[in-house]
């Protein structure tokens, strides 16, 4: 995100205004409104341009944001202080660990571990060595003190397995939750090719797979454990929102959209990122309840045009009208959309239905 903000800085001869509003509308948009300046002879600076009426108001917040955080005790706000220090701190492991053991030795939940380290899919770190894994300040000497103690212990438990007939590395690394290549790494296996009665030393997990809540067998569960009778809507990620926000819009909770999409409750959430929502039958009977009272249940979203996209293709997609389009983002009908722009859509949630 600092780097696109950057570019668009660049963008815009180092105008952070112009970068700013171009962050949140696409530089298609802003450069749209400043030729049409220009054509009129009028000013070319943020405040003389016609943008969308969100993003007239994204960049006063931000600069209003700004002049809080300069001086809180002018507009009656305390800001508390947060130390400029690391939080986290790189660990180098040399041998493979069961993250049961990390949760062990510091202290930390597995689902902390993941959340720190979304890099680990599975119960255990990588077999490829040496491998980082980051860790709060606070726990490191814990761990370090534990590591010392274990010496040359093993960090991960092993299995000797007896090939049988009918088994492939591809089930065998079903069974044990790991990798073929890890197999084959340990065994110094050069081909695919097992015989029956071999023997084979494979990774062992300390828990069961429930255990390790985040890991991508699990999600991959909870994934196909979506209700089928659920209606699916998707929505796209605008400036300033977060889980919990949309979660409260949707009448959801934080975990199902982490589940739903697969994703790590505290990774930054992109503006323009698609989620998947899914609304239960009976939240979509209380959906359709409010909109018989007359309360307003649209919700406006910022779509990021794609390559092979059309206003048509787009308009089906969210079950709009193509000249509704048109007139929310001020657009003609000779305008040909670019990959990177951004167009302003407003939603039914009641009859979104869209996959």
């Known amino acids: 995100a600092v780097k696109y903000l950057k570019d668009l800085n660049e963008m815009f001869n180092g105008d952070w205004l112009m970068a700013i509003a171009a962050y949140n509308s696409g530089p298609g948009r802003v450069q749209k409104a400043i030729n049409a300046n220009i054509e009129l002879g009028l000013k070319t600076d943020f405040w003389s341009i016609n943008l969308p009426k969100e993003t007239e108001k994204y960049v006063p917040k931000l600069l ?28 180098e492991l040399n041998s493979q660990f069961d993250l049961a053991l990390i949760s062990q030795w510091t202290g930390l939940t597995i689902d ?22 980051l860790l709060p300040e606070d726990v490191v000497n814990r761990f370090e ?28 690394a079903q069974k044990y939750k790991t990798t073929i290549g890890q197999i084959k790494s340990v065994n110094e296996l050069s081909t695919d090719i097992i015989r ?7 990774p062992l997990a300390q828990q069961a797979d429930s255990y390790y809540s985040l890991s991508e067998n699990q999600r991959e569960k909870s994934r196909l454990n979506i209700q089928k009778n659920a209606e699916k809507i998707i929505y796209t990620v605008i400036s300033g929102d977060s889980l919990w926000k949309i979660a409260g819009k ?11 999409n697969q994703i790590i409750p505290t990774a930054p959430l992109s503006i323009g990122k698609e989620l998947v929502i ?6 979509k009977t209380e959906l359709a309840k409010i909109a018989n009272t007359g309360i307003d249940i649209s919700r406006k979203i910022v779509y990021t045009v794609k390559v092979g ?15 509704d389009i048109r007139s929310w983002n001020e657009l003609n009908e000779e305008h040909i959309l670019q990959p990177g722009d951004k167009l302003t859509i407003t939603i039914n949630v009641v009859n979104s239905n869209l996959s």
């Open 196 to 202: 029956i009665g071999d023997y084979l030393i494979v």
């Open 309 to 323: 996209d059309n206003l048509s293709k787009i308009a089906k997609k969210y079950q709009v009208k193509v000249n």
């Open 278 to 283: 899914l609304i239960e039958n009976k939240n």
């Open 64 to 91: 209003a944001l700004g002049e809080v955080i300069k001086d809180p005790e002018r507009y009656n706000q305390k800001l508390f202080v947060i130390e400029n220090k690391p939080f986290l701190k790189a660990i």
């Open 112 to 133: 902390q571990i993941y959340t720190f380290n979304p890099g680990l899919k599975r119960w255990a770190t990588p077999v490829s060595l040496p491998y980082t894994i």
């Open 250 to 260: 949707y009448n959801t909770s934080v975990n199902d959209l982490v589940r739903w």
């Open 145 to 172: 003190d534990n590591l010392s103690k274990a010496g040359q212990r093993p960090k991960i438990s092993w299995a000797r397995h007896k090939v049988k007939q009918g088994d492939s590395l591809s089930l065998i």
